[in-house]
Nanobody, 115 residues
Framework: QVQVVESGGGLVQPGGSLRLSCAAS????????TDWYRQAPGKQRDFVAR???????MYADSVKGRFTISRDNAKNTVYLQMNSLKLEDTAAYYC?????????WGQGTQVTVSS
């Protein structure tokens, strides 16, 4: 069983920054894939970013150049550094971990961008 816990959300002004963390515990190894998704009220859950066990990353077009995903294998933690935040980045952000073809969602962390 794998447990996934997000943290780091909060209220930030437009143009500000936040760093989200996704900590995974349980029977995992460094070759797991971690995605970040986000869901705004009344909208579908959308892909934001992915990082593989080897560190390869990919991003949704809407966040390219502003968000950076990274991982610390020693801590089994993946980070999402979010810079130049916009009002439309407001959403609940979810971590999605794939380990040996099994998938796990975290409970989400709220990011609110508001002036």
């Amino acid at each position: 069983q794998v447990q996934v816990v997000e943290s780091g959300g909060g209220l930030v002004q437009p143009g500000g920054s936040l760093r989200l963390s996704c900590a995974a515990s349980g029977s995992i190894f460094n070759n797991y894939i971690t995605d970040w998704y986000r869901q705004a009220p009344g909208k579908q859950r959308d892909f934001v970013a992915r990082i593989s066990g080897g560190g390869q990353s990919m991003y949704a077009d809407s966040v390219k150049g502003r968000f950076t995903i990274s991982r610390d294998n020693a801590k089994n933690t993946v980070y999402l550094q979010m810079n130049s935040l916009k009002l439309e980045d407001t959403a609940a952000y979810y971590c999605f971990v794939t380990v040996d073809s099994l998938t796990y969602w975290g409970q989400g962390t709220q990011v609110t961008v508001s002036s």
